[in-house]
């Protein structure tokens, strides 16, 4: 019986070092994703910010409502 209760207990142990290992692998995959976010997130704004406006001011210009420097603005007689 001894031996029974050691095995199980080296059983157990290497299931929380297993847990210990996928969490830090687990931690270092999050600082890698943050870390590229971050450094290519900043870079990216200017593309994005330009292409919103641009899709802004197109919109708005189709449909009259101020904007992108036009439209035929609902007309008066």
Known sequence: MRLQDQFRRLHHQE???TSIEYAVMLLLILLAVIGSIQTFGGSNNGVWGDNVQTLDDGV???VGIGGGGGGSGGGGS
Do not use: I, L, T, Y
Request: proline share 0%; aromatic share 16%; glycine share 0%.
């Open 15 to 17: 299931e929380a070092a």
């Open 60 to 62: 708005w210009s189709q």
